[in-house]
C-alpha cells in the first residue's frame, strides 16, 4: 500500500457513533488554510493562518451561508505537532450526521480519507517518533489494565529504542572501521581496536539476551498472564471461576464432565490482567468427546503460567486423596510448572475437619501450603486473589526495566543476537574481519527495523494496518 504525505487528510479521531463531543482530525500542509475556508469565528473575523499554535478557537463550520455546526477548533502548527505537520482538531457536537457533514465538506475542497494509523505514521515519517514508539501508540491504546498501560507507556517514552539507538550507533562506528580496513586489506592495516571492539560485541550480546529474556514477561504482562484451572471432574473447577468472575459465566453442575471445553475470561486484579482457563476434569474416560476435552486440558497447562490445581476437601475426607498424587499427575508431564494447590468446598466440613486437612496438606504438599476455599459460598476467593498477586512476577515492571512485549521487536533482537554470536566466533578464532563483516552488517540491520532505521513498504504496512482509523 502506497503512503503520501503530501497531501491533507482527515478522518474521526473519536469513537465512532453519537456522543456528546466528537472530535475531527486534519493533517496536512494546507490543514489550516482549508478549514479556515470554512470557519467562522464567533469573535471578529479571525484568521487561523495568523493565529498561534496551540491555541483553541469557538467559532462555526459552515458550507456558503448554511452553519453546519458551533465547534472548537485547536490550531497545532507545524513542526510543533503530533504528526509534525499543520493539524487541526474540530470538537464538534457528537451527532453522526453533524460528523459527516463536516468531513464530507472537508473532503469535497481536496482533503483525502485518512488510513488506519496514517496520523502516526507521519509522525514517524517526519521524525516525530521512532518505529518502536509508534508502535507502542496503538499498544496504549489497547491496554486494557495498569501493567499493559505501563509497558506501551514506558516504550512510548522512547527507552528501549534510545538503549537500542546507543548499541546500533556503537556497533555502526566500529563497522565502519572494519570497512575501511576492507579497503586496505593489501597493506594489512588495523583501524578497529579489537579489544575496544571484543567489550562492545559482548556489551552488545549481554544487552540483548536480557531484552530477549525480558519478552516471556512482556508477552503474559501484555495479552494477559494465563492461569489453567485444572482437577479431577466435579471439584468445582467451573464454579471458581465464576466466583473469580463475580458472573455465571461456566456451567455449573453436580454431573461430572460437564465442562467438555476449555472456557477463558479474563479478569484485572491490581492492576494485573489475568487470563483464567477453566478446563475439563482430567480422568480416565471412554466418552470420546470428553477425551478431546481432557486432551486440551493439557494443552492448557502446557501454556499456562501458573496452574490452579483443584482439589475437593470432601475427597480428602472421605476418600482418603492425597494432595501428592494429584501433584504428581501434573508434575511429571511438566516438572518446571508453577502450581498453586487449592482445596475447595471447605463448606462441607466442620472446624475439626479443616484442621485435619490442613494437617495433611502440610504433610503432603511441600511445595507450598494451599489455600482453603469455598467457591461455592465463595470463601476464600480474596485471599486467593492476593496469593495470585504475588506470584505474579512483576519485579522489573516495578523497577522500570525495559520491557519488551512487541513480537516483531522480539524476532528482530533474536536474529541481531544469532549474527552477534557469529561476530563473536570471529573474533575468538582470530578470522580476517572481511569474514565476519557481513554478519556485523546483519546485526545493524536487525536492529535498525526495531527502531524504523531500516524500514520496506510492507513493513510499514503490516505495522500501520493494525491502527485504528484516526490515530
Do not use: W
Not at 474521526?12 to 489550516?32: E, F, H, N, P, Q
Not at 482445596?343 to 475437619?353: F, G, H, P, Q, Y
Not at 521487536?409 to 563473536?424: D, G, P, S, T, Y
Request: hydrophobic content about 40%.
Amino acid at each position: 500500500m502506497a503512503y503520501y504525505i503530501d497531501d491533507t487528510i482527515i478522518a474521526l479521531a473519536t469513537a465512532s457513533g453519537v456522543g456528546a463531543i466528537a472530535i475531527i482530525r486534519l493533517s496536512g500542509k494546507d490543514a489550516i488554510q482549508i478549514v479556515n475556508k470554512h470557519f467562522q469565528s464567533k469573535f471578529g473575523n479571525k484568521d487561523l493562518n495568523k493565529v498561534k499554535s496551540h491555541s483553541i478557537h469557538l467559532g462555526n463550520i459552515i458550507d456558503n451561508d448554511r452553519i453546519i455546526d458551533e465547534v472548537l477548533v485547536s490550531v497545532f502548527k507545524n513542526p510543533n505537532s503530533y504528526t509534525g505537520e499543520n493539524v487541526i482538531e474540530i470538537n464538534c457536537h457528537g451527532s453522526v450526521y453533524i460528523q459527516q457533514e463536516i468531513i464530507q465538506l472537508f473532503l469535497k475542497n481536496g482533503v483525502r480519507n485518512a488510513q488506519a494509523g496514517e496520523f502516526t505514521l507521519r509522525a514517524f515519517l517526519n521524525g516525530k517518533m521512532d518505529l518502536s514508539q509508534a508502535e507502542a501508540v496503538a499498544d496504549l491504546i489497547a491496554s486494557d489494565s495498569e501493567t499493559s498501560h505501563q509497558i506501551a507507556l514506558q516504550q512510548m517514552r522512547g527507552g528501549f529504542a534510545s538503549d537500542i539507538q546507543t548499541l546500533r550507533q556503537e556497533l555502526l562506528n566500529f563497522a565502519s572501521l572494519i570497512e575501511l580496513e576492507l579497503d586496505f586489506a593489501e597493506e594489512d592495516v588495523e583501524f578497529a581496536d579489537r579489544t575496544q571492539f571484543t567489550n562492545l560485541v559482548n556489551k552488545i550480546s549481554s544487552t540483548l539476551k536480557q531484552l530477549i529474556d525480558s519478552f516471556a514477561l512482556g508477552n503474559v504482562l501484555k495479552n494477559g498472564i494465563p492461569i489453567a484451572i485444572v482437577g479431577e471432574p466435579n471439584v468445582g473447577k467451573s464454579t471458581l471461576l465464576n466466583a473469580l468472575l463475580n458472573e455465571e459465566r461456566a456451567i455449573v453442575s453436580n454431573i461430572a464432565g460437564t465442562t467438555r471445553d476449555a472456557i477463558e475470561d479474563e479478569l484485572v486484579i491490581n492492576g494485573i490482567n489475568f487470563r483464567f482457563i477453566d478446563t475439563a476434569g482430567i480422568r480416565e474416560t471412554t466418552d470420546v468427546v470428553e477425551n478431546i476435552g481432557i486432551k486440551k486440558t493439557y494443552e492448557n497447562i502446557e501454556k499456562a503460567q501458573l496452574v490452579l490445581l483443584l482439589v475437593s476437601a470432601e475427597k480428602m475426607k472421605n476418600e482418603k486423596l492425597k494432595i501428592k498424587n494429584e501433584l504428581h499427575l501434573i508434575k511429571e508431564k511438566y516438572p518446571d510448572k508453577k502450581i498453586l494447590t487449592i482445596i475447595n468446598k471447605i463448606d462441607l466440613l466442620n472446624e475439626e475437619e479443616i484442621q485435619e486437612i490442613l494437617k495433611q496438606v502440610q504433610y503432603d504438599n511441600n511445595q507450598k501450603n494451599a489455600i482453603l476455599i469455598s467457591s461455592k459460598e465463595k470463601t476464600g476467593i480474596n485471599l486467593l486473589k492476593d496469593e495470585l498477586i504475588k506470584l505474579a512476577n512483576l519485579g522489573a515492571l516495578s523497577n522500570n526495566k525495559t520491557i519488551v512485549s512487541n513480537s516483531r521487536h522480539f524476532e528482530a533482537l533474536n536474529n541481531a543476537l544469532i549474527a552477534i554470536k557469529e561476530v563473536q566466533k570471529g573474533i575468538e578464532n582470530n578470522i580476517s574481519s572481511d569474514l565476519f563483516a557481513t554478519d556485523i552488517r546483519s546485526a545493524l540491520h536487525y536492529l535498525g527495523l526495531i527502531s524504523g532505521e531500516v524500514t520496506t513498504e510492507d513493513l510499514l504496512g503490516n505495522i500501520f494496518a493494525n491502527f485504528c482509523i484516526g490515530k
